[in-house]
Structures are given as C-alpha cells and as structure tokens.
C-alpha cells in the first residue's frame, strides 16, 4: 500500500470508526441509566420484603415519627436509599429501612465495570468491522489507480525504444553535421522528454533516498546550466554567495531542482529571466514569469494553473522535500513573478 492510499485509508478509517464510536458511547450511556433505574426498583423490592421479615444483613433499621414522610416510595438522597414502612398497629411511628451509602457505590462500580469491558468488546468488534468496510470502500479506487500506473508504465515502457533510438540518431547526426542548430535544438527537445519520463518514474516509484553529504552548489550550477540549454530564450544566471554542502540524496535533489527551474522557464515570458541564487543555508529560484494564483495550493497533486503540464512536477517536489527534510517556500504575484526558497538548514544538522 503507497503512501496516498495509506493517508486515504487511515482516514476514511477513522472517520468511519469515530462516528460509530460516539454512537456507541451514547448507547451505553443509554444503557447505564436503564439498567441503575432497574438497580433501583430491585433495591425498593428488596426493602418491601425487609419490612416484612425483618432479616436483611445489608439494610439498616430504624423507627421513625411519622410527621409528613411518604410512605412505600424509594427515597434517593446523600447518596443513600431509604423507604418508609407503616407499622402494624402503631399510629405515631414508621419503619425506615435504609440501603447503605457504601454497598451503593460498590454495587454501582460494580456494573460501570461490566459496562465497561462490554463497551471495550464492542468497540474492538467496531474498529475490526471499520477495517473491513474501509478495506471494501477503498478497493475499486486502488483498483482504479492500479489500471491508471500500469497504463503510465506502459507508455513509460513504450518510450524506451523511440528515445533510444532517437538519441542513437542524433549522436550520428553529430557526427555528419556537428553543431548544426536545428540538431541541437532536437536534443534539446529530447532532454525535455527525458526529463518529463523521469518526472512521470518519480510519480509512481519510491525512489531510494540514501543519504550523502553532496555539494550542493556545484549540483545547482550544474542543472542551472542543463537547463538552460532547453530554453534558448530565456536567461538564465547563477550566484554564489558561499559553499553550501549539505547531508541529502544527490538523485532526489536532482529531480526537485530540474522541476522547479523547468517551471521557472516553461511559465516565463520570453527574454525573461530566472536567476538562482545560494545564500547561507538557502537556494532561491527567482524567476520573473506569470506568477501563481494560489501558491498554497500549488503543490497538490493534478493542481495546475495553466493548459500545460499534467499537475504533478510540483506535487514531486513537495513529496521529495519532505523526504529529504528540506523546507520549501513559495512567494509568487501575477504577472511579477515567483521566488521559490529552498532552505537545507535541517539537513545540516543531520549525522551522516
């Protein structure tokens, strides 16, 4: 189970299970009450059977002046029980027989302990039917995105011979034409095809994220550089106000930086510029293009903005920064601009 069908399992789950839990919280509250007004009627009867015999070792006795008591109801009061009896030929006087403040509590914990271990029953039969049902609820929409990756993986598959093919091609056009624009400007478009297929690998494997101390800068001045060659006609420049080296994986790295500056040029105006800069522990990816509408939104999945793309290179970077345990920040305004910073302070404290 991925990650995504984990988080929408664990909550549709508990979602399901806290519903029926309050339900189930509420009924036997409902119960508690039926069952100490039943506790109630067999100590009255009880007390109604000690008036005539006499003989009950748990109920106190005692005579009373008649006054204004009401006889044969059971009183409830500073948590005791008591009822008054007439006496056989006496005018003056009542039997009061009283249930124990002591022997109430016990009894009442008593079945609060019972309650309780039924409610626990009860609540492990809920979570083991919620399990289930979530299980069954969920079934056609991993089966659903199940169909949806094995189709990606086809067309990934698929892709193999063409771009093996066309990368064969052009190193033998290189050779008869040497640098012909119109032949680099094929490899160029071949680079973004093989950097929307990573994109697409990333998206639907767990890529291995073992951990090194790399240079960073060297790393962001060397996709500065990549990708500029894809965009002939934007500008691109890089600043370097110190080393930055940090403890992360070079190849998730890889993939966040190649998203965020292929969007810097993709959604830029032409002769715009996308300047990169390292300063302290941070990387800022400045670009003076459209800007985002949403910013908050736009590192969801299938979020876009604009008629290009599918959604997911930001949802990657996002997903891959988490990974890695670095912050990203996004500042953008139409028409201005965005500034995307990515701040390695964390992984710098990490032990290699």
């Avoid at 309650?115 to 083991?128: K, T």
């Avoid at 771009?163 to 034409?177: A, E, F, R």
């Amino acid at each position: 189970m991925k990650k995504y069908e984990k988080e929408s399992f664990i909550k549709n789950f508990f979602v399901f299970f806290s519903l029926m839990e309050i339900l189930l919280f509420f009924l036997f509250i409902e119960i508690y009450h039926i069952q100490y007004e039943e506790y109630k009627k067999n100590i009255y009867k009880n007390m109604q059977l000690c008036s005539l015999t006499m003989q009950c070792k748990k109920f106190l006795f005692d005579f009373v002046p008649k006054k204004n008591n009401k006889t044969n109801i059971l009183i409830t009061k500073n948590h005791t029980f008591y009822s008054f009896f007439t006496i056989p030929k006496s005018q003056k006087f009542l039997l009061k027989i009283s249930y124990p403040n002591y022997h109430i509590t016990k009894d009442l914990k008593n079945i609060q302990v019972k309650l309780f271990f039924r409610f626990l029953l009860a609540s492990l039969i809920l979570a083991l039917l919620a399990f289930l049902f979530t299980l069954y609820s969920l079934k056609p929409i991993r089966t659903a995105l199940r169909l949806n990756e094995e189709f990606i993986k086809d067309i990934l598959h698929d892709f193999n011979t063409p771009i093996t093919s066309m990368v064969l091609n052009i190193d033998m056009l290189k050779l008869k034409y040497q640098n012909e624009p119109i032949i680099q400007r094929i490899e160029y478009s071949l680079d973004t095809i093989l950097l929307l297929q990573n994109n697409l690998k990333s998206f639907l494997h767990q890529l291995p994220s073992q951990k090194n101390y790399i240079q960073i800068d060297k790393i962001t001045h060397n996709r500065v550089n990549f990708i500029k060659n894809l965009y002939p006609k934007i500008n691109f420049f890089f600043k370097k106000e110190n080393e930055l080296k940090a403890f992360t994986n070079e190849e998730l790295l890889i993939r966040i930086l190649d998203n965020l500056l292929t969007n810097a040029a993709k959604y830029n105006y032409p002769g715009g510029s996308v300047t990169t800069i390292i300063k302290k522990t941070k990387i800022y990816i400045i670009d003076t293009g459209k800007g985002i509408k949403n910013p908050q939104k736009v590192l969801e999945r299938f979020y876009k903005e604009q008629e290009r793309g599918i959604g997911i290179g930001l949802h990657i970077v996002q997903k891959f920064t988490n990974e890695l345990n670095i912050d990203i920040i996004i500042k953008s305004q139409q028409k201005k601009g965005t500034t995307i910073i990515l701040d390695f302070a964390k992984t710098l404290k990490e032990k290699k």
